[in-house]
């Protein structure tokens, strides 16, 4: 018996999504006219979303982390320079915890607090 529990596949985890979805619509007593969420194509489209913001998160918190790990006087002093201004400039302490909460720029609506809607396309807005 394998350690490891047997993974399946993107298309078997799209196909169980796509019925899953179907059974829903089917069961609601709303009628949604949306795109079906376990199609390949609005998977794909979701993770291109997604992937600029990972890499911009994952590049972030390593510069963080090479900038407060470097022990050089220079480099110390602009670290602390910088939060300095931080303190002094409210504003820009604002701007800069909404950007790194994922609170500014392109959001899904369900994560704004909004509804989702269905177009005269008939996908979901």
């Not at 291109?48 to 407060?68: G, H, K, V």
């Not at 022990?71 to 910088?82: D, E, H, K, S």
């Not at 820009?92 to 609506?109: C, E, I, N, S, Y």
Request: hydrophobic residues 45%; charged residues 25%.
């Amino acid at each position: 018996m394998p350690l490891i529990p047997c993974i399946p596949s993107p298309a078997r985890v799209s196909t169980w999504v796509s019925a899953t979805w179907r059974r829903w619509r089917k069961w609601s007593r709303t009628p949604v006219d949306a795109e079906d969420i376990g199609d390949l194509r609005v998977l794909n489209r979701y993770a291109d979303w997604r992937r600029w913001d990972q890499r911009r998160t994952i590049a972030f918190t390593d510069a963080l982390n090479r900038l407060f790990a470097n022990p050089l006087p220079p480099v110390r002093a602009a670290r602390n320079l910088g939060l300095l201004a931080f303190d002094l400039l409210p504003p820009v302490k604002h701007w800069f915890a909404r950007q790194t909460m994922g609170l500014d720029g392109r959001m899904p609506k369900l994560a704004r607090g909004l509804a989702l809607t269905a177009s005269p396309s008939g996908a979901t807005t």
